[in-house]
């Protein structure tokens, strides 16, 4: 039986490494049949229901595993890494300290248990593990690039530089490690902007590649304010980024609607009284839009932790309302929110994401996306405080249009999609503060951009906290910022990104176009 179980198994491993998840699946029930105990046959079940992405299954063959292996490193560390995504930081935590027992050698353990700490905001503690992988097994792209990453987001940029360089030297053509390298270092010359236009034709019916190269062709041809063909780039980037991403504007219309018509001073004044916690600073709006500038000059501040990106108060609204659909937010999913208990849903925002909220007084969450939730922070957390980034919508829509995103802000590859997007953005915002009024504190990136002491002072004094001249020296931090802004925040506030849509108006014309004809202030 063994034999045959070895060979089942090894047939099982040899289909999911070639993509075939349909005979990688058969295998592992072929297996399991041999041996219902099997640690291999259900940890190869965890990584079929992975690829196919069915989480559930996945969570339960990993701790499948790890009963009947408690020493199985690779199996906690998958553990760790679908806790952390989900919301469960003292889940996530668990695991890694048992693959922090284990000590694993294995570098594909270590470079995942990095992969988790990155995403828990630990970004020192992910560059020792990532670090380590590239000890044990150099030269791998994969593992150079994530340990580039964080290095970047810890603001060693030279370092990342040079592996991003090293990635390139191994494989030319890796259109990632071009595209980290754009972002990462200013360009000073064409040399790698050929060397990338070269590769393009290579990925012609690789949308993914060609999304990577495009973008970073442009940003670089940006840098040297080569604007026509920063330009060119950015539009072939965001068409292929388009043809893989599949965004619901209809959905989106109806989800808009939805929260327009059931968040309002009514609803709100018939909520309990939430979790009294005046810790939560929330900074959202637009992406691209100073959110990261407002964010790095809070959290100088002596009193205020930089907690990053939560995902955790959206977390919290699915899992108390039960809701399952793989898109992130949805009509039904606000619908279902509007019933739940206020106070419960402060508390488990607080509770999940205590581990990333650190220990000072208060916190900045500064996920954009959250000025969805305005209406449910205020009755779930009542004393938080509620800041929202003004741009100009030419400038802020053109700002997303030329970022490569992860799997985020899907209508940004489209210029109209991504102007419709940006006039119910500024409609509901007009709702939010109509019904909520001197609840949402206004920032407008130029004012703050342009002058920053004065705005700076007035921020700190509407969070109610007292005046810290750290405050104006944001960009001396060495805090790590996971974010598109990595880079750019590690140099004091300016006004070069001001009106640049001014530079492509030709080029804009359908995205302003539907702009000016929603009424909203461009000019």
């Not at 996945?58 to 199985?72: E, G, N, T």
Request: aromatic content about 8%.
């Amino acid at each position: 039986m063994t034999k045959a179980l070895d060979n089942l198994l090894a047939e099982g491993f040899q289909a999911l490494n070639r993509g075939d998840i349909a005979a990688a699946g058969k295998a592992c029930e072929q297996a399991l049949a041999l041996d219902a105990n099997a640690v291999q046959a259900h940890f190869l079940v965890g990584l079929v229901a992975l690829e196919g992405k069915e989480r559930p299954v996945a969570h339960r063959a990993f701790k499948s595993v790890v009963q009947l292996d408690p020493d199985h490193a690779a199996a906690w560390a998958h553990l760790a890494r679908l806790n952390a995504s989900e919301g469960r930081v003292s889940a996530a935590e668990a695991a890694l300290k048992e693959v922090r027992r284990i000590q694993p050698t294995d570098a594909v353990v270590l470079d995942l248990t990095g992969m988790v700490l990155n995403q828990l905001g630990e970004y020192e503690a992910a560059r020792a593990f990532f670090a380590r992988a590239n000890t044990l097994v150099p030269n791998q792209a994969n593992f150079m690039m994530n340990l580039a990453n964080v290095l970047v987001f810890l603001g060693d940029l030279d370092t990342a530089q040079q592996i991003f360089l090293d990635v390139i030297s191994l494989d030319a053509a890796n259109p990632q490690a071009h595209w980290g390298l754009a972002n990462a270092v200013k360009a000073r010359d064409h040399r790698h902007i050929e060397q990338m236009r070269h590769l393009v034709p290579r990925y012609i019916k690789n949308p993914r590649a060609s999304a990577f190269l495009n973008y970073a062709i442009g940003k670089e041809c940006e840098d040297l304010k080569d604007w026509a063909h920063a330009f060119d780039a950015f539009a072939l980037g965001a068409k292929a980024r388009r043809e893989v991403v599949a965004f619901d504007e209809d959905a989106e219309v109806d989800m808009f609607e939805t929260i327009k018509s059931t968040y309002h001073r009514d609803w709100l004044a018939a909520q309990a009284s939430g979790h009294p916690s005046e810790a939560p600073i929330f900074v959202l709006g637009q992406p691209r839009t100073g959110t990261t500038l407002i964010e790095r000059i809070i959290t100088s501040h002596s009193q205020v932790h930089s907690a990053g990106e939560l995902q955790h108060f959206g977390l919290a609204m699915r899992r108390l309302t039960g809701f399952t659909n793989p898109k992130r937010f949805s009509a039904e999913l606000y619908s279902g929110a509007a019933t739940l208990s206020a106070p419960k849903l402060g508390q488990m925002y607080l509770k999940t994401s205590a581990r990333m909220r650190g220990k000072l007084p208060r916190f900045v969450d500064k996920l954009p996306v959250n000025y969805l939730n305005i209406g449910l922070i205020l009755a779930s957390l009542p004393n938080a405080k509620i800041v929202h980034l003004v741009r100009n919508p030419a400038d802020a829509c053109f700002a997303s249009f030329k970022q490569l995103f992860a799997d985020a802000y899907l209508h940004s590859y489209d210029q109209r999609e991504m102007a419709r997007h940006h006039l119910r953005y500024l409609d509901l915002m007009a709702h939010f503060r109509e019904q909520f009024p001197g609840r949402i504190i206004d920032i407008r990136y130029e004012d703050a951009a342009s002058d920053l002491e004065p705005h700076a002072r007035r921020l700190i004094e509407a969070l109610e906290l007292p005046w810290e001249d750290a405050c104006l020296s944001f960009h001396e931090s060495d805090k790590g910022v996971a974010t598109a802004s990595a880079a750019q925040v590690r140099e004091p506030a300016h006004t070069r990104s001001v009106g640049r849509w001014r530079r492509y108006e030709e080029a804009l014309a359908p995205m302003l176009d539907v702009l000016r004809a929603g009424g909203a202030q461009i000019d």
